[in-house]
């Protein structure tokens, strides 16, 4: 069953991912799904891939180029788009000072994500 709990990705610390890029795991009482608040800023280094789990991945602040499948997806405040399972895919922020706030659900979990950024707030000790 899964913990109740709430918080705030304002208030929690960010887990630097690659240059340029920064990271939140949201709601690590959760089983059934897995969420990550990005912080993606202009030049950062890209890296396509991909992974079996279907993604959605929403802006929340700033822009982005979001590919998928070679395919670029212009998402602004509120945009979104869906990654299928298997399918490479990469963010892109360019030409902007403001850092992208980027949000990703996934419906099926994720447990290496809760795992590194429980053992990055222990680290923070």
């Not at 960010?14 to 897995?34: H, I, N, S, V, Y």
């Not at 447990?111 to 590194?116: A, G, I, T």
């Amino acid at each position: 069953m899964s913990e109740i709990m709430s918080g705030n990705w304002n208030k929690m610390p960010f887990r630097p991912l690659r240059e340029g890029m920064k990271q939140a795991t949201l709601a690590m009482g959760a089983e059934d799904c897995t969420v990550t608040m990005n912080i993606i800023m202009a030049g950062h280094a890209k890296r396509p891939h991909s992974h079996p789990e279907e993604q959605i991945a929403m802006v929340v602040e700033g822009e982005c180029d979001y590919y998928v499948d070679g395919v670029a997806h212009h998402l602004t405040p509120g945009g979104f788009v869906v990654v299928p399972g298997g399918v490479e895919h990469y963010v892109d922020v360019h030409d902007t000072d403001i850092p992208c706030f980027q949000l990703d659900i996934f419906g099926t979990p994720r447990p290496e994500f809760k795992k590194v950024y429980s053992e990055y707030l222990e680290s923070l000790k």
